[in-house]
């Protein structure tokens, strides 16, 4: 799937293996989630293999779907840059490193689970990240009078999968349409 | 031999997943606690909370949770598994939509969509630190933690890696004494 609209910022035919080497870097260094941010050093800035213009959209659209922004962002520059197997690649090489370190951790962690000490770090370590996934919610809530909607729609949500419990596949099928309709709603016609 | 049942729920609870994370996996943290305790019982509260910590220490992209409850389950095909499953159908999607997509940019629909999702992957995350807040039974020593990073977050740029080692360090240190 090589796309002729794309630039030609391949100067020569990246390798596979040079695509499997830079991915399988970067998953072993981004941490935290921020793969996007990570990506735009290694293959933006420092590689060259994608323009700001090229990964904008690319970003733009990872975001968008579902799915795990990093990974997504992940298949579209592999795509871009080798076609279908470019994506495999790039995918593979992003979630080999960070697979085998994670459950190399949890195969540690086993022996020692018996441990006081362990579990309070563990305790830390989590309540800290859910300070984090807190914090990046907060950070997103929608705010203003115009926003009354949305922030209807996000409470509502809050309400329904973090305290009722309800599953979230129907909650997000109910919802999603109204907060996108609404969203339709306000752009006028000739949008953005 | 593998237990092909077990490699299948995992496939099947994980999979349509992977289409309703929105805005990141963080997203499907409620989900995710909900189907290995209450549903499956693949974990119990406290695992569970290990493996989200666990989770979290680790480098990667998101969600590298899915994966380590597949490996209590059914070991390093276990993972595999549920790894798969949460990555593939997004990934499919993606390879799919990206050339449609460039000749939608810009139009109103693209960012109706992107502005009506906002509001639902802020509930979802949300949703989903209360979720593991649950599952650590509300210990009040997490709801310190947690309420100690979200602040310091909004209040400073840092690294969020560096409170998860503080943290971390700070608990080990009060257990061990």
Redesign the interface.
Known sequence: ?A?S?GPPTAKARISLAALFAAFFRL???????G?AAWLYRAVVQRRGWLDNGTYL??A?????????????L???TG?RLRG?RG?IVA?VG??S???V???G???G?ARI?GS???????????????????????????RGRTQIP??L??????V????L?W???PV?LV??PI??????G??P?R?? | MPDWRTLWMLAAVFGPLSLFSIGGGASLLAEIEHQSVAVHHWTTHRDFADLFALSRAAPGPGTMLSTLIGWRVAGWTGALVATIALYLPSSLLIFAVSRLWRRWRGSRWHSAIEDGLAPIAAGLMLAGGLAVLQAAGGAAVWLAAAAATAILLRWRQLNPLILFGAFGALFGLAAAF
């Open positions: 799937m796309d609209a998953g072993l260094t981004s941490f935290g989630g793969t959209a690319a733009g659209l990872s975001r968008l779907l579902p799915g795990s922004s990093g990974v997504n992940t298949v579209l795509q279908g994506a995918v992003l979630l490193g960070p697979f370190v994670v459950v951790l949890a195969a962690f689970a006081a000490v362990a579990h309070a770090v563990l305790d830390g370590i989590a309540g800290a990240a859910i300070g984090l996934t807190l914090a990046t919610g907060l950070a997103l809530v929608p949305p922030l729609v996000t409470i509502t949500t809050v329904a999968v973090g305290v419990r599953p979230m596949l997000v919802l999603a907060s996108i309709g609404w969203a339709l306000q752009r016609q949008g953005s």
